[in-house]
């Protein structure tokens, strides 16, 4: 800034302190962009601060709405095993004899006790031929295998041992299911060639297409079966369910009961107890689910409460206290577990009645001995509880479902947000552009200003410089 000073007469009347230069004419006296940058600074800091505060709250609140919706999302998932009466008819199948078999049920198996009988298992087709050299080459040709109706060729050369032709067995492409391998006897070679596929459908055929002149000793059919003997052979299973007598290909079986699968390990005598299958409900998994859906909503009831509760030790409100769209959500969700459910017992009709309880702090606990026998006693009410049209999976359901949708409140209420903090964004461009505006008009203010002040310091100097040049007047001397 310009400072001025009276003094002696070798000193300038007017003097000019200056740091910087303006590019004015004659010198700068004032720092312009110095200047400039503090009024604007001054100028856009309560805007700047106000809204920065602005962006950072809903910022908070944009994020917390997502890790409500992501929680909601979670809890949801473990409605999903429950809301359903489909998600209660689940089956199990136990076996008496797993020796003999091992069996698993689906939903809507036919429950009861049957008896299960095998007379025979499915097999499959084993050949191995008679001894072959290994030192002299079949010879050329092609050999045409078949299984079941599928059928590949391999390729022989005139050099191909018993072993490269196995290889080439067992490589080949669109080969459905044939091994092939070379066993070295006291007696020769054999080649053993095993089906992968059980059922009396599946047999192994190998023909040539040489004439009949070198590879005739590897062929085989039903109606030429010289060159090996059968090891074991292709035929399909053989039991009945409760007297009914079925076959199968394989020993996996799924198409004799509706909704059951056998798996055939061995035959069974009549001397013996008769072996049976038992399908039942399958409550220790329905149980299992339970207990999952009270443990989900302990942790969704955790968000809830981190994000719209109080903090009395630390004085921190949650992010979304106070939010409509928080509120109105836990308030749905607690009329829900807490409601009465027509479910045709006046026993069994609210969560407590079948062992989930409140604990302090608002988590949930299930009473396992109790929920057990309320399933035992009233498999039904249980079912409705969760299930039915009123039922309290089904409702959360449909509830979550309907606030996560388009229209629904916690959409709309991150769709506000998100329009507020574009707002805010649009606020502060703008307030950008101001602050440019006025950077630009105080620049030129100020850049004349010190323009003219410069002339006036060229002035101050030229007069400083005249007046030095003065004769000096001297007063009169006393004789």
């Known amino acids: 800034m310009a400072t001025s000073s009276v003094s002696g007469s070798s000193s300038p009347v007017v003097s000019v302190a200056s740091n910087s230069s303006s590019g004015a004419a004659g010198g700068s006296v004032i720092n312009v962009s110095s200047l400039v940058s503090q009024l604007v600074t001054a100028t856009a800091a309560p805007q700047e601060a106000l809204l920065a505060s602005q962006t950072q709250q809903v910022t908070s609140e944009i994020s917390a709405i997502g890790t409500l919706k992501s929680a909601l999302a979670t809890f949801q998932g473990a409605l999903a095993a429950l809301d359903s009466p489909s998600a209660f008819q689940l089956s199990t199948a136990t076996s008496s004899d797993e020796t003999a078999f091992t069996a698993s049920a689906s939903a809507?198996?036919?429950?009861?006790?049957?008896?299960?009988a095998i007379s025979q298992l499915a097999t499959a087709q084993q050949l191995l031929s008679g001894p072959i050299s290994t030192t002299t080459p079949p010879g050329a040709g092609t050999l045409s295998l078949s299984l079941g109706g599928t059928s590949f060729n391999?390729?022989?050369?005139a050099t191909d041992t018993l072993s490269d032709i196995a290889n080439a067995i067992n490589s080949a492409a669109g080969n459905p299911g044939i091994s092939a391998t070379v066993l070295e006897g006291t007696d020769g070679a054999h080649l053993l060639?095993?089906?992968?596929?059980?059922?009396?459908?599946?047999?192994?055929?190998?023909?040539?297409?040489d004439g009949g002149s070198n590879l005739a000793g590897l062929t085989y059919s039903a109606a030429n079966t010289a060159n090996y003997t059968q090891e074991a052979a292709a035929q399909d299973a053989a039991f009945s369910v409760s007297g009914v007598n079925f076959t199968s290909a394989t020993n996996t079986v799924t198409t004799a009961m509706s909704g059951v699968t056998l798996n055939l390990l061995s035959t069974t005598t009549t001397s013996t107890t008769p072996v049976t299958v038992?399908?039942?409900?399958?409550?220790?998994?329905?149980?299992?689910?339970?207990?999952?859906?009270v443990t989900a909503y302990n942790t969704l009831q955790s968000t809830f409460s981190s994000l719209g509760g109080y903090d009395a030790s630390s004085g921190t409100a949650g992010t979304l206290m106070g939010n409509a769209a928080l509120t109105g959500i836990e308030n749905q969700v607690q009329n829900a577990l807490y409601s009465i459910v027509n479910t045709g017992s006046q026993t069994y009709n609210t969560l407590a009645s079948v062992g989930i309880t409140t604990q302090s702090g608002g988590s949930l606990s299930v009473n396992a001995g109790t929920l057990s026998n309320a399933l035992g006693t009233n498999f039904t009410a249980v079912s409705q509880l969760f299930s039915g049209k009123t039922g309290v999976a089904s409702t959360l359901n449909t509830e979550i479902t309907t606030a996560l949708g388009s229209g629904g409140s916690i959409t709309a209420a991150a769709q506000t947000l998100t329009d507020q903090n574009n707002a805010l964004t649009d606020k502060s461009n703008q307030l950008n552009t101001q602050m440019a505006a006025l950077t630009a008009s105080l620049t030129q203010q100020y850049s004349a200003l010190n323009t003219l002040l410069s002339s006036l310091q060229s002035t101050s100097s030229y007069l400083s410089q005249a007046f030095s040049t003065l004769p000096q007047v001297q007063g009169k001397q006393n004789a």
């Open 108 to 116: 809507g198996a036919p429950q009861g006790t049957y008896t299960v």
């Open 154 to 157: 391999v390729s022989v050369s």
């Open 193 to 209: 060639l095993s089906s992968s596929q059980t059922g009396a459908a599946n047999n192994i055929q190998v023909t040539e297409t």
């Open 278 to 293: 038992t399908i039942g409900t399958d409550t220790t998994t329905i149980q299992s689910n339970i207990a999952a859906f």
